[in-house]
């Protein structure tokens, strides 16, 4: 996956099959724009967290974007 198509994922807009990146541009509200994430307590095995740290680092984000992103993409795919 390119950084843009993670970053497009981490911003919570999927990409359809097929698509390589697509960029839509949205005027948030001041609020959405303001409001600071939330801190979570997760547990995950050594090799999937070390899996998510390489990847995050592949593609110059964080290790909670990556893990946003994911979530994202998995809830839209499941929700069909």
Do not use: W
């Not at 303001?34 to 390489?54: E, G, M, Q, R």
């Amino acid at each position: 996956m390119e950084k843009v198509e993670a970053d497009a994922l981490e911003d919570g807009e999927p990409l359809p099959d097929g698509v390589i990146c697509q960029y839509i541009f949205v005027d948030l509200p001041p609020a959405v724009k303001k409001t600071p994430p939330v801190h979570v307590s997760i547990s995950l095995k050594p090799n999937v967290l070390a899996d998510i740290d390489s990847f995050a680092d592949e593609m110059g984000l964080t290790r909670s974007g990556i893990i946003a992103a994911g979530m994202r993409d998995y809830i839209s795919r499941m929700r069909g």
